[in-house]
């Protein structure tokens, strides 16, 4: 039943990205679409048959992701970055080309960061950074009376089956996390957090060194030096 309410969609995104303005709409438009097709056929529905609308969904939202003109440029970098609006981009020509070195080398910079993120979104998948994120302030955690809580809530966002913005990790590492969550540390979410980790590296990143996000980026701190 999943699958005869995902093939209209899916027949549509067999077709050529279309390079007109309406790109954006097409993609909200058939995105909005799968969400609601899915949906309509959970309820009542075994776990089994749950899982496997999801996996189509996050399938279908990352191929939507081409249809999306937010990906091709940012003129302004400014309205992307984590400091106060209207700051001057404090970003050198060097500073941007290390991030080509290495993923680390990218998420050591707030810069960066902002960048894969706003990248990430063109894609449908910014809740892997998010999760990665929330991982690295989970370890800051100082305070034992707020480490369940804190360990609960991401697991409930993140990890859990149907959380709202679920990370797309094996079963195996799920329950392994749900387990760890149980007694919380500092290291509950290592396993989980390296998966996401290697999943945006090698899938994410590399496509993020060739999009006109980090090449129009570069540019413009070429541009500052001219």
């Known amino acids: 039943m999943y699958q005869e309410a995902a093939d209209p969609v899916i027949q549509g995104l067999d077709e050529p ?3 007109s303005t309406c790109q954006n709409h097409v993609a909200t438009t058939m995105l909005t679409a799968t969400r609601q097709s899915l949906s309509d056929h959970t309820i009542g529905k075994d776990p ?37 609006p209207n700051r001057a981009l404090k970003l050198s020509t060097e500073e941007a080309t290390r991030w080509a070195d290495s993923f680390d080398s990218l998420l050591s910079h707030k810069y960066g960061v902002a960048a894969f993120r706003a990248f990430l979104k063109t894609e449908f998948s910014e809740e892997n950074l998010e ?17 369940a809580s804190k360990a609960h809530r991401i697991f409930e966002e993140f990890i859990d089956v149907q959380a709202p913005r679920e990370v797309n990790i094996d079963f195996q590492t ?20 390296g998966k996401v980790h290697s999943l945006m590296e090698k899938d994410s990143y590399p496509r993020f060194l060739r999009s006109k996000i980090y090449t129009d980026l570069l540019t413009q701190t070429q541009r500052r030096l001219s």
């Open 131 to 147: 999760f990665w994120l929330a991982c690295e302030e989970f370890k800051k955690t100082r305070s034992t009376t707020k480490l």
């Open 48 to 84: 089994q048959a749950v899982r496997t609308g999801q996996r189509q969904n996050r399938g279908m939202r990352t191929r939507l992701g081409c249809l999306s003109h937010k990906s091709d440029s940012y003129n302004d970098f400014t309205a992307i970055l984590p400091d106060k």
């Open 174 to 193: 799920r329950e392994v996390t749900r387990n760890n969550v149980q007694e919380p540390s500092l290291s509950c979410f290592d396993q989980a957090q």
């Open 17 to 19: 990205c279309p390079s």
